[in-house]
Structures are given as structure tokens and as C-alpha cells.
Nanobody, 115 residues
Framework: QVQVVESGGGLVQPGGSLRLSCAAS????????VGWYRQAPGEQREWVAG???????NYADSVKGRFTISRDNTKNTVYLQMNTLKPEDTAVYYC?????????WGQGTQVTVSS
């Protein structure tokens, strides 16, 4: 079993920053691809950023230049640094870990950008 836990969400003013964490535990080892997704109320879940097992990163156009995905393999944790946040970034953010051809989702963490 693989467990995925997101954390770091909260309420922030426009222009502010947050760092989300995605921690994996259980029967997981080595490196694996991870994606961050988000889902706003009434909207479909959308992909935000991804990092491969080799460390290559990709971003949705809407967050490029503002968000940075990184990983600490010693902690089995992937981070999403979010800067210059906008109200339209408000959503529940989810982490998906792709390990041995299976995807594992966390429970999500709420990010609210509002003044």
C-alpha cells in the first residue's frame, strides 16, 4: 500500500506565496513521477505541474513562471512552491504519484487566494 498526504494549503492574499508538500509512505521506494493537480468548485480537475523520476519538470501555461515543483528523494516528498498567487489559483490541490504503473492520490489540500 502507498499512502499520499498533501499539506501546506491555506488562505493567502493575492501576490502571496505558499509551499505545498506531497509526502509518500508505505510500500514505495526509489524514484517515481509525481503530478500536482487542482480542482476549483464546479470545475474539472486540471493538471498543474509534474516531475519525472529523473527530475525533469513541466508546468501548465497558467502557472509557468510562478510555480516550481521539486523533490527531496531522501524524504519521499515533492513540493510545489507557489508564488505570485492569484484568486484564480483557488482550488483543492491534489498530488498524484505514479509508482509501478499505478496512480495514487492524496486527499487534497485547500488553497484559497483572497483579500
Amino acid at each position: 500500500q502507498v499512502q499520499v498526504v498533501e499539506s501546506g494549503g491555506g488562505l493567502v492574499q493575492p501576490g502571496g506565496s505558499l509551499r505545498l508538500s506531497c509526502a509518500a509512505s508505505g510500500s514505495i521506494f526509489g524514484t517515481y513521477a509525481v503530478g500536482w493537480y487542482r480542482q476549483a468548485p464546479g470545475e474539472q480537475r486540471e493538471w498543474v505541474a509534474g516531475i519525472t523520476s529523473g527530475g525533469s519538470t513541466n508546468y501548465a501555461d497558467s502557472v509557468k513562471g510562478r510555480f516550481t515543483i521539486s523533490r527531496d528523494n531522501t524524504k519521499n516528498t515533492v513540493y510545489l512552491q507557489m508564488n505570485t498567487l492569484k484568486p484564480e489559483d483557488t482550488a483543492v490541490y491534489y498530488c498524484n504519484i505514479n509508482f509501478r504503473a499505478r496512480g495514487y492520490w492524496g486527499q487534497g489540500t485547500q488553497v484559497t487566494v483572497s483579500s
